[in-house]
């Protein structure tokens, strides 16, 4: 079975330092990476996703996240974040199941401190 | 011009009751999908529909019955409810089910601004 590991659920961090977040993964077939961002009481919005090629992947609002095959890890960095960054982050892998189906780490909640 | 739209948005109600949250999209998406946010953030897949066809049933209880009048809508009807049920219900779709080659699909899920229903 596939399953996500985020690594820390909460990482505070100050306004314009770089910040990572976490995200490793198991799975015995290839699977296809995702990050998502949830804003308070809002749902979620794709960040970016890893299909194949390159293993770096540029996502919007200045994030990329970087693929590792070897250490099943598909981490999400910011060399520079904004207070409106402030938000909960999930990575997920898609399997196939008849549909796309979402399995979610446990979300790392993201704060941003002036 | 909302994507995904969910009614209503917020659910106060008393255990035993029936309840009912509707889902639409208008981006022409064939697959649509039910998701559970417990009050830990975790979130879990529900159920999925192509083409008003369910393919995806994860073990919910049946007290949970989706239903597809049409591929734009998808409700979601919860009987005899209980506190365990309190969360907050997220809707999704996206273009395709998955790639012929039997790989996962690539496509990107859309999902609603969620339900948040609190069972008292």
């Known amino acids: 079975a596939q399953s996500v590991t985020q690594l820390d659920s909460q990482v505070p961090v100050f306004e314009e330092a770089p910040v990572e977040l976490r995200c490793n993964y198991s799975s015995s077939v290839s699977v296809y990476l995702f990050w998502y961002v949830q804003y308070p009481n809002q749902g979620l919005q794709l960040l970016l996703k890893?299909?194949?090629?390159?293993?770096l992947v540029k996502g919007i609002n200045g994030f990329e996240a970087e693929f590792n095959k070897s250490q099943t890890s598909f981490h999400l960095r910011k060399p520079s974040v904004h207070i409106s960054d402030t938000a909960e982050y999930f990575c997920a892998v898609s399997i196939i199941q008849g549909a796309q189906k979402l399995v979610f780490g446990q979300g790392t909640r993201l704060t941003i401190n002036p | 011009d909302t994507a995904v739209s969910q009614t209503p948005k917020y659910l106060v109600t008393q255990m035993g009751n029936d309840k009912s949250i509707k889902c639409e999209q208008n981006l022409g998406h064939d697959t649509m999908y039910w998701y559970k946010q417990d009050s830990k953030k975790f979130l879990k897949i529900m159920f999925s529909y192509n083409n008003k066809e369910l393919i995806i049933n994860e073990t919910v209880p049946n007290r949970f019955s989706p239903k597809s009048p049409d591929k734009a809508h998808l409700n979601l009807h919860i009987n005899s409810l209980e506190l365990g049920d309190s969360a907050v219900y997220f809707c999704?779709?996206?273009?395709?089910?998955?790639?012929?080659?039997?790989?996962?699909?690539?496509?990107?899920?859309?999902f609603g601004p969620g339900t948040r229903l609190t069972v008292l």
């Open positions: 890893y299909l194949s090629g390159s293993t």
């Open positions: 999704a779709s996206s273009q395709e089910p998955g790639s012929a080659s039997g790989g996962p699909s690539t496509d990107t899920q859309y």
